[in-house]
């Protein structure tokens, strides 16, 4: 049995409960041990178990789905350090990250994520996976970024999406006070790709929440602090279990429901024991 399976069953359910809580909403490892009296690594470990059940269960459930309308966005991180750090000697998995998220602008369901490098492999994968869980001829909306039009053209055909990117342009210099304040955004531009998007519904508002909700619910991606991750799989797997916690088990202020009933995955909410029990029996089946 595995070191990670022995420290499951050694810590009380009440402790994995209470420490998974304290990670879904934003706390850090060390302020979770500093509140729980749980040792860090004891933490990490559970984390690291739990993201990647997260990730199974994810699979299994998001498949079939009905959405319509999706919104895409791609989120930066950074793993060990920053890429201008980066060295001969650090391996590939440290440096900048880019999370890919695809959310229904209708459900707020986030039927797809995918953690790695902002480049051509790493979109395909993300359009690819997404485009396989769903049953509908849906709207696309993304960002500028063209390394997204041809996986969307592989994956759904130039015919079979109504996809559109949207251009923001922004003033040269933030408007707001210090260096850290956003630019002001000074017009968009819509750009029909492939099909017949409707114009009135070509947007990436959604999505953009979702980022923000990120990086108030995941400590390793709030900016300007030390709490990144130290390695890729356990960056991996905080994301995993944000998303699975956001789609199942945390409902929605406008929806009043989970995203997930919102789809009709499921039609109860879950809570933090149901999805511990989930995600530990997957990883027990690995």
């Given at each position: 049995m595995?070191?990670?399976?022995?420290?499951?069953?050694?810590l009380p359910?009440?402790?994995?409960?209470?420490?998974?809580g304290?990670?879904v909403e934003?706390?850090?490892?060390?302020?979770?041990e500093r509140?729980?009296?749980?040792?860090?690594d004891?933490?990490?470990r559970l984390g690291?178990?739990?993201?990647?059940?997260?990730?199974?269960?994810l699979?299994?459930?998001?498949?079939?789905?009905?959405c319509k309308?999706?919104?895409?966005d791609?989120l930066?991180?950074?793993?060990?350090?920053k890429?201008r750090?980066?060295?001969?000697?650090d391996?590939?998995?440290?440096?900048d990250t880019?999370?890919?998220?695809?959310?229904?602008?209708?459900?707020k369901?986030v039927?797809?994520?995918?953690t790695?490098?902002?480049?051509?492999?790493?979109?395909r994968?993300?359009?690819?996976?997404?485009?396989?869980r769903?049953?509908?001829?849906?709207?696309?909306?993304t960002d500028?970024?063209r390394?997204y039009?041809?996986?969307?053209?592989e994956?759904?055909?130039?015919?079979?999406?109504?996809?559109a990117q949207?251009h923001?342009t922004y003033?040269?210099?933030?408007?707001?006070?210090?260096?850290?304040?956003?630019p002001?955004?000074?017009?968009?531009?819509?750009?029909?790709?492939f099909?017949f998007?409707?114009?009135?519904?070509?947007?990436?508002?959604?999505?953009?929440r979702?980022?923000?909700?990120m990086?108030?619910?995941i400590?390793?991606?709030t900016?300007?602090?030390?709490?990144?991750?130290?390695k890729?799989?356990?960056?991996?797997?905080?994301v995993?279990?944000?998303?699975a916690?956001?789609?199942l088990?945390?409902?929605?202020s406008?929806?009043?429901?989970?995203?997930?009933m919102?789809?009709?995955?499921?039609?109860?909410?879950?809570?933090?024991?149901?999805?511990?029990?989930a995600?530990?029996?997957?990883?027990?089946?690995?």
């Amino acid at each position: 049995m595995s070191y990670n399976k022995v420290m499951a069953n050694v810590l009380p359910r009440s402790k994995q409960l209470a420490v998974l809580g304290a990670l879904v909403e934003g706390n850090s490892i060390r302020s979770t041990e500093r509140m729980l009296g749980v040792h860090r690594d004891t933490v990490m470990r559970l984390g690291a178990k739990i993201g990647e059940g997260c990730s199974a269960l994810l699979d299994e459930m998001m498949v079939d789905l009905p959405c319509k309308r999706l919104e895409l966005d791609e989120l930066w991180a950074f793993v060990g350090k920053k890429q201008r750090h980066i060295t001969a000697m650090d391996g590939i998995d440290k440096g900048d990250t880019w999370t890919f998220v695809a959310i229904d602008a209708e459900t707020k369901l986030v039927p797809m994520f995918m953690t790695g490098k902002r480049d051509a492999a790493a979109a395909r994968a993300f359009i690819q996976g997404l485009a396989a869980r769903l049953t509908n001829r849906v709207q696309v909306t993304t960002d500028g970024l063209r390394t997204y039009i041809e996986p969307i053209a592989e994956a759904f055909g130039t015919s079979g999406v109504d996809y559109a990117q949207l251009h923001k342009t922004y003033e040269a210099e933030p408007t707001g006070p210090g260096r850290y304040s956003p630019p002001k955004v000074t017009g968009t531009d819509k750009t029909p790709i492939f099909g017949f998007p409707i114009e009135d519904l070509v947007s990436t508002s959604y999505v953009e929440r979702q980022n923000l909700t990120m990086r108030m619910s995941i400590r390793r991606f709030t900016r300007l602090t030390n709490a990144h991750s130290k390695k890729f799989e356990n960056h991996v797997a905080a994301v995993a279990l944000h998303f699975a916690h956001y789609n199942l088990a945390r409902v929605h202020s406008s929806l009043r429901v989970t995203p997930a009933m919102a789809a009709g995955v499921t039609n109860t909410v879950w809570g933090m024991g149901e999805l511990l029990d989930a995600a530990l029996a997957r990883t027990e089946e690995a």
